[in-house]
């Protein structure tokens, strides 16, 4: 068995025993022992339990990237962000209890070097969502795109976690609306409002430009 194999079957375990015993109950020896591999082995593949954390919303970014294609880049922007944000939820849905405990863990005020890393994941996150929507505008429309989108996201992910709705329609319809306060905010916010570019989200209407060589 390859190391990335070894390492997704580490993070299915502890998942499944996350939802048995709750994350902060986890114990890696016993991840170790339900896959008949010794703890160096698991040792190897992940640091501690918030590097396991750190690979289960891996996968997510992962699934939204998925959804990036042609297709996509033919939708208005504002659909494009939603469909990458509710991909990247969709991935963690079927475990979001034990995922929103993971975040809770992650902002235990006792556990200040997990704060920085997460800032940083935070804002990685946001500038793949800004790539893979096609959302190539220039200072200071950038700027206020990340800021709209990083207070977008925290406040989507403070709804599903406590969604309990089918298909998380509820946090989907808060998302949908809360892109469009985006664009009229951004719009308000920066001189060029609508004409700041294509692919911005203050133009809800337009596609992304084909690359030159498509």
Request: hydrophobic share 45%; net charge neutral; aromatic share 8%.
């Amino acid at each position: 068995m390859d190391e990335d194999d070894l390492a997704a079957r580490i993070v299915d375990a502890t998942i499944a025993e996350a939802e048995t015993v709750g994350w902060d109950n986890v114990r890696l020896r016993r991840v170790a022992a339900t896959l008949g591999i010794s703890m160096a082995d698991l040792g190897r593949c992940f640091r501690d339990l918030d590097a396991v954390a750190d690979a289960w919303f891996d996968r997510a970014r992962l699934a939204m990237l998925a959804a990036v294609d042609q297709e996509l880049a033919t939708r208005p922007a504002r659909e494009r962000l939603y469909r990458l944000f509710c991909a990247w939820l969709d991935a963690l849905a079927p475990h979001r209890r034990v995922t929103v405990d993971m975040l809770k863990h992650k902002m235990w005020p006792f556990h200040p070097h997990h704060w920085v890393p997460m800032i940083f994941n935070l804002s990685r996150t946001i500038l793949w969502v800004r790539d893979g929507a096609g959302l190539d505008a220039k200072p200071p429309r950038r700027e206020m795109e990340e800021v709209a989108l990083t207070w977008l996201f925290l406040a989507t992910l403070a709804v599903w976690s406590t969604d309990d709705t089918p298909g998380q329609q509820r946090t989907k319809r808060f998302l949908y609306r809360r892109l469009a306060d985006a664009d009229h905010l951004i719009s308000l916010c920066c001189s060029r409002g609508r004409h700041a570019g294509p692919a911005g989200i203050g133009d809800p209407t337009a596609a992304v430009a084909p690359s030159a060589d498509a």
